[in-house]
Each structure stands twice: as structure tokens, then as C-alpha cells.
């Protein structure tokens, strides 16, 4: 069974700032990697989505990455801005399901 | 946007009612999605579709029913709603599964059984 895991569950940082999230998967037999967006009372908006034969997706100011081999993904999103702060999800892609991780909370102060 | 309606979006109903919760999209999309978001345990697959009449499940399916009689509609029925089933229930739908293609969210049916 895929077993997702998103760190760190909660992210406050002041506008300007880079930052990583960070996303682990302990099955590594994915076809895709993908990241979403939500906010508060929202559904899910897509962000990016990897290929299990690409290394990395951007889109903007958002770059994500993906090492199968090692169970990992990571978001670096640059030059953060208040706008940015919603939860951020990653998700496993099996041939018909997702499978997600808990997500991450991210503040961004002005 | 990705055109998906819930409805309703809110319910108030009591323990031990049926309910049915409605996802309608415009985009023809193959595959549709029933999850449920609950504090502590993130997003959740109960069933899914992959074409009119075909259905699976997911996750968390106990205590849920659905079905799909038309491409653009897929249903959600608590047969006999409990306390434990008041969460936060999103549809999605997908071009074609998982692979290679990304899933659209609807914005969401809030249930809360009393």
C-alpha cells in the first residue's frame, strides 16, 4: 500500500523568502508525481505534475522534482509572496488512483 | 476551470438517514472520483469510476455506495449516515486515470451528521 508523508506539516516564513517542501512515498512503482494547491474551504487546484521518467516540472516561480529511485519529492517555491500561502498537497499516482500525502500548511507574512 | 458542480454543498442531516451527494461535469472526462478530507488523515479515496456502469473502490469505501448512469454524473450514497461520516466530501474527474494525466477538483460538499 502507498503511504505518502509530507514535511514539515506547517511552514511560516516572511515574504521574500525561498522555501522547500518536501514529499516522500514509500512505493516507488509511480507513474506520476503530482503537487496541488488549497486553499482555505477550496478544493484542489493542480500545480505541477512529474512524469516517473522526468527529474523536474516548472512552472513560474514554482520548480519541483522527483527521485524515484529514493521515495522523494520535493516544491522549492521562489521569492515567496503572501498570495502563496495556502496547503500544498502532494500526490502518488498508481495507474487509476492518487494517492496523497497529509500536506503542508504554508504562511507567508508580509 | 474545469467544469464540476457538487451539490448540495452543504448538508445538515441526521444519524441513520440516506444521503446522496451529486457530481456533475461538462468536460466528458473518463474518470471520476469520490474522496473524503478529515483533519489528521489529509484526503481519502472512497470509490472511483472509469466509464459509465464501471466502479471501484477505494480506500475508505465502507458505508458508501455510488453510481454512474450517465458519463457526465456520478452519485455518492450514504446508505445510512453515522457520525463518523460528517467530513468534507470532494469529486474530481481525469481525462485518463493516473497515467500521465492530472485530476480536477470540485469545490466541495461539507456533510454533517448528526
Known amino acids: 500500500k502507498q503511504e505518502v508523508t509530507q514535511i514539515p506539516a506547517a511552514l511560516s516564513v516572511p515574504e521574500g523568502e525561498n522555501l522547500v517542501l518536501n514529499c516522500s512515498f514509500t512505493d516507488s512503482a509511480i507513474y506520476n508525481l503530482q503537487w496541488f494547491r488549497q486553499d482555505p474551504g477550496k478544493g484542489l487546484t493542480s500545480l505541477l505534475l512529474i512524469q516517473s521518467s522526468q527529474r523536474e516540472q516548472t512552472s513560474g516561480r514554482l520548480n519541483a522534482s522527483l527521485d524515484k529511485s529514493s521515495g522523494r519529492s520535493t516544491l522549492y517555491i521562489a521569492a515567496s509572496q503572501p498570495g502563496d500561502s495556502a496547503t500544498y498537497l502532494c500526490?502518488?499516482?498508481?495507474?487509476?488512483?492518487?494517492?496523497f500525502g497529509k500536506g503542508t500548511m504554508l504562511l507567508v507574512s508580509p | 476551470d474545469a467544469g464540476i458542480t457538487q451539490s448540495p454543498r452543504h448538508k445538515v442531516t441526521e444519524t441513520g438517514t440516506p444521503v446522496t451527494l451529486r457530481c456533475h461535469q461538462t468536460e466528458n472526462h473518463r474518470y471520476m472520483y469520490w474522496y473524503r478530507q478529515d483533519p489528521g488523515h489529509g484526503l481519502r479515496l472512497i470509490h472511483y469510476?472509469?466509464?459509465?456502469?464501471?466502479?471501484d473502490k477505494g480506500e475508505v469505501s465502507d458505508g458508501y455506495s455510488v453510481s454512474r448512469s450517465k458519463t457526465e454524473d456520478f452519485l455518492l450514497t450514504l446508505e445510512s449516515a453515522t457520525s463518523s461520516q460528517t467530513s468534507v466530501y470532494f469529486c474530481?474527474?481525469?481525462?485518463?486515470?493516473?497515467?500521465?494525466?492530472?485530476?480536477?477538483f470540485g469545490p466541495g460538499t461539507r456533510l454533517l451528521v448528526l
Open positions: 469510476s472509469y466509464g459509465v456502469k464501471d466502479t
Open positions: 474530481a474527474i481525469s481525462e485518463a486515470g493516473g497515467n500521465g494525466e492530472t485530476q480536477y
Open positions: 500526490a502518488a499516482s498508481g495507474y487509476s488512483t492518487l494517492t
